[in-house]
């Protein structure tokens, strides 16, 4: 009965043991998963995202020279204005929009902390952009991995030429 | 690995302990309530990485031999304050359920459990974020959530042993599986932990305590506890020629004292 007794502690305490420690395994990075397609099946070429108003060296959010028919980013909100605009170049053209959104704070885990969980309100966007089209406007820290492979929160369709 | 080695060295401190037995010459049973103190909330800072304190008591009665009706308070302090956020949680709780051990007691002298219970829990707290940080490409922010005053009602399935290492103390361990009936909502954010409940971020929080309890023998008795009949166990009259049965007056190990009924004293044997 003792040696039962004293095996189950050990058994106890063992798995307690083995906790995680601390360790952050979800994702915090709240992330607007976007695509983008050019019209009529035209290829993007070069294409270049950076947010409106960064400039500087480093603030470049995606500098992809591929050729390509759909493009995938994941864009960062903007955490203290209620809108975030974005400037992308493409196959040589330039264009900006962008999004109208609400924020709020939320409790990931005791390890992971606290992340912005976003509701897009409202899109905007200059000439080189045909269109917008939002599937999803609840953005939030598992938009990441929801839309790993396919599907979006936002399709942004280029108005692109032939080259 | 630094974890396991003071999971070793808890044991080591534990394991001479249980060498000491009861003294096989003590024919008398004794019964009475238990109050206790969950060791393990001091220990669980040593065993994981937590910022938790906390305090349990726990009370238990003997009821019809194998039936403990218990009750367990406690208190519980969070105070998380790392470089993302500052997050503090406290407040009692309290449960009330019962124990029913499982195992045959092998002699009078044999007080050892095993045992399954239920519980239901109850908490009222408080909790606060003091600062949450959160930086990405736009820049960082700042925030803070004011306190709440939060509820919540739980149950627990429970899963235990109790052994009487020297004469009426007790150490024991229980592993527990719970289960969130209801909390009230704090319209900013989920408190990530409940007193007496844990982690609300898991589905079903699992849990153990280690148990260290005084047992105060107000009742003297010659009368073994009727082991349970599970699943209808037979009648057939040879349990009555059960020599290892302590109640079976042709059991040897009962004839050393001419009392074999129920008997009470004013505690002069102690």
């Given amino acids: 009965m003792r040696i039962q007794f004293l095996g189950f502690i050990s058994a106890v305490l063992l798995l307690a043991s083995c906790n995680n420690g601390g360790h952050c395994y979800e994702s915090v990075d709240t992330l607007m998963v976007t695509t983008f397609i050019g019209n009529n099946s035209n290829k993007i070429g070069p294409m270049v995202v950076r947010g409106f108003g960064r400039s500087a060296l480093g603030d470049t959010l995606l500098n992809n020279l591929d050729s390509a028919l759909i493009k995938r980013i994941g864009l960062p909100l903007s955490l203290t204005a209620d809108s975030t605009g974005y400037v992308v170049s493409a196959n040589g053209r330039t264009s900006i929009f962008w999004v109208r959104h609400t924020m709020n704070i939320q409790l990931i885990s005791q390890a992971c902390g606290f992340a912005p969980y976003y509701q897009v309100n409202a899109t905007r966007h200059t000439s080189l952009i045909d269109s917008m089209r939002v599937y999803n406007p609840v953005i939030d820290p598992k938009s990441i991995e929801t839309y790993s492979t396919s599907g979006q929160n936002i399709t942004i369709y280029l108005h692109l030429t032939a080259n | 690995m630094d974890k396991i080695l003071r999971y070793i060295f808890i044991l080591l401190l534990i394991s001479p302990i249980a060498g000491f037995g009861q003294k096989k010459d003590d024919v008398w049973r004794y019964e009475g309530p238990r109050f206790g103190i969950d060791v393990s909330r001091f220990l669980m800072p040593y065993i994981q990485q937590t910022t938790r304190s906390a305090i349990e008591i726990q009370a238990d009665y003997p009821y019809k031999g194998n039936w403990f009706p218990t009750v367990e308070a406690g208190y519980l302090d969070v105070n998380d304050d790392n470089d993302k956020f500052h997050y503090t949680n406290k407040g009692p709780y309290a449960r009330i359920g019962v124990d029913l051990n499982i195992v045959k007691f092998e002699s009078l002298a044999d007080n050892d459990l095993v045992f399954v219970g239920v519980r239901y829990g109850f908490s009222r707290f408080s909790h606060e974020t003091l600062m949450a940080n959160y930086t990405n490409y736009w820049g960082a922010i700042t925030t803070t959530f004011p306190k709440d005053n939060l509820n919540a009602h739980w149950g627990e ?11 009426n103390f007790f150490f024991g361990w229980s592993a527990r599986a719970k289960f969130l009936f209801a909390m009230t909502k704090d319209p900013h954010m989920t408190p990530y932990v409940v007193p007496g409940l844990g982690y609300t971020n898991l589905g079903v929080p699992f849990d153990f ?9 107000l009742i003297r008795t010659k009368t073994m506890p009727k082991a349970l009949k599970m699943g209808g166990s037979k009648q057939d009259g040879s349990e009555k020629d059960d020599p290892d049965d302590p109640n079976n007056l042709n059991n040897p190990n009962n004839r050393n004292s001419n009392n074999y009924g129920t008997g009470r004293t004013g505690g002069n044997q102690f």
């Fill in chain 2, 157 to 167: 399935l429970v899963f235990g042993m109790k052994g009487e290492l020297v004469r």
């Fill in chain 2, 209 to 217: 305590s280690l148990t260290v309890s005084y047992r105060i023998p």
